[in-house]
């Protein structure tokens, strides 16, 4: 069964989400903040194994559009 409350490490320290739904994460480099993203085009891959996929993630790391604006208006 999977579990209702999720754990992210963040690399620093352990946040907590409570989507119990499949979805991955986006990490900003910059402030920190964790934005949950849907990709149900990953649920496509289950089609292409040889084999029962039983768990899976995937973590996006970049910068957010808040920083981004940020940095632009700063320069």
Do not use: M
């Not at 754990?7 to 409570?18: E, F, M, N, Q, T």
């Not at 934005?35 to 649920?43: F, G, W, Y």
């Amino acid at each position: 069964s999977r579990a209702l409350i999720e754990v992210i490490d963040d690399g620093h320290s352990h946040r907590y989400g409570w989507r119990p739904d499949p979805h991955h994460h986006f990490h900003c480099s910059r402030c920190g903040a964790i934005q949950d993203v849907d990709l149900p085009e990953l649920q496509l891959l289950q089609h292409r194994i040889e084999g029962r996929v039983e768990h899976y993630r995937l973590d996006l790391y970049g910068v957010c559009s808040h920083c981004e604006k940020s940095n632009e208006s700063t320069a």
